[in-house]
């Protein structure tokens, strides 16, 4: 089973900064990493597939970078609506399709 | 449009047993392998089991094998996750998910609302 290792677990920023949340595959994903928004209360939502590629009606303040066992989410210009917990998963290596523990995007 | 509800959660005092379903529709359910995902209170993401297309393979996480069994019927477009023996630590949302590849990989999307459940005495 591929362990996904995210952080920091706490990103504190400001309305309008960026935020670089960071993923790491104890072993090489290749490109097969998905990134998800969660808010409170939701299920989550796909942001990236294929580590660099945006989903559907995602904005472009959001971008995805990485491959192997590194991978970044971006989000620059953060909004109001983009405060939520941020998960990466790997489906790499299945049928476990493991998630890394998350990183909260809270205001600073 | 893809569309994922699960059912059958509840509060279960430990040791306990319930069964949860999930009704797919907008999609050709049984083309799809589909995966069980659970997120405690206040936690992350935890993948529970997965089962073939056709329900000949079925494969579950360490931390819940030999209690909670996946199954499906294909001839209702339904996903279900038999639980066992359950304990506090079973206490979670638990989601039916559809990865985006037919053989069981890929990423989730969309996602049901889930279904709580509640393990306590």
């Known amino acids: 089973e591929i362990v996904m290792t995210q952080s920091p677990a706490t990103l504190s920023v400001s309305p309008g900064e960026s935020a670089t949340l960071s993923c790491r595959a104890s072993?090489?994903?290749?490109?097969?990493l998905a990134w998800y928004q969660q808010k409170p209360g939701q299920a989550p939502s796909l942001l990236i597939l294929?580590?660099?590629i945006r989903a559907t009606g995602i904005p472009a303040r959001f971008s995805g970078s990485g491959s192997g066992t590194e991978f970044t989410l971006t989000i620059s210009s953060l909004q109001f609506e983009d405060f939520a917990v941020y998960y990466c998963?790997?489906?790499?290596?299945?049928?476990?399709?493991?998630f890394g523990g998350g990183t909260k995007v809270e205001i600073k | 449009q893809v569309q994922l509800v699960e059912s059958g959660g509840g509060v279960v005092q430990p040791g306990g047993s319930l069964r949860l379903s999930c009704a797919a529709s907008g999609f050709t359910f049984g083309d799809f392998g589909m995966h069980w995902v659970r997120q405690a209170p206040g936690k992350g993401l935890e993948w529970v089991a997965m089962i073939s297309f056709d329900g000949s393979d079925k494969y579950h996480a360490d931390s819940v094998k030999g209690r909670l069994t996946i199954s499906r019927d294909n001839s209702k477009n339904s996903l279900y996750l038999q639980m066992n023996s359950l304990t506090t630590e079973d206490t979670a949302v638990y989601y039916c998910a559809r990865p985006s590849f037919t053989g069981g990989s890929g990423w989730f999307d969309p996602w049901g609302q889930g279904t709580l459940v509640t393990v306590s005495s």
């Open positions: 998963q790997q489906y790499s290596n299945w049928p476990a399709l493991t």
């Open positions: 072993q090489s994903v290749s490109s097969n």
């Open positions: 294929g580590a660099s």
